[in-house]
């Protein structure tokens, strides 16, 4: 059985930093594709990244490129996100996923960025 576990999260001042975890197990997590998606309040769920299997091809949200950070380690089954420069724009429910439309995710972790 699939299961995603992430952490990570918390409230931040604008400009701070985040790293967020996910761990997984249930599934060959080293042949799989991972994403990370988010929910604002009062939103749908919305794509921000994405790391090929083998670590060596990463995507990102237009919104999110040179300030978050994917990455992963297979020895470990865990993904990562690291989030510098937050905007208040970033505050959602943060979910790791086996696809991009996040329909198979964990139970996420907040992450509030406010002054």
């Known amino acids: 059985q699939v299961q995603l576990v992430e952490s990570g999260g918390g409230l931040v001042q604008p400009g701070g930093t985040l790293r967020l975890s996910c761990a997984a197990s249930?599934?060959?997590?080293?042949?799989?594709?991972m994403y990370w998606v988010r929910q604002a309040p009062g939103q749908g769920l919305q794509w921000v990244s994405a790391i090929n299997d083998f670590a060596n091809k990463t995507f990102y949200k237009d919104a999110v490129k040179g300030r978050f950070t994917v990455s992963r380690d297979n020895t470990k089954n865990t993904l990562y996100l690291q989030m510098n420069s937050l905007k208040p724009e970033d505050t959602a429910l943060y979910y790791c996923?086996?696809?991009?439309?996040?329909?198979?995710r964990g139970q996420g972790t907040q992450v509030t960025v406010s002054s």
């Open positions: 996923a086996t696809d991009d439309a996040g329909r198979q």
């Open positions: 249930g599934f060959t997590f080293s042949s799989y594709w």
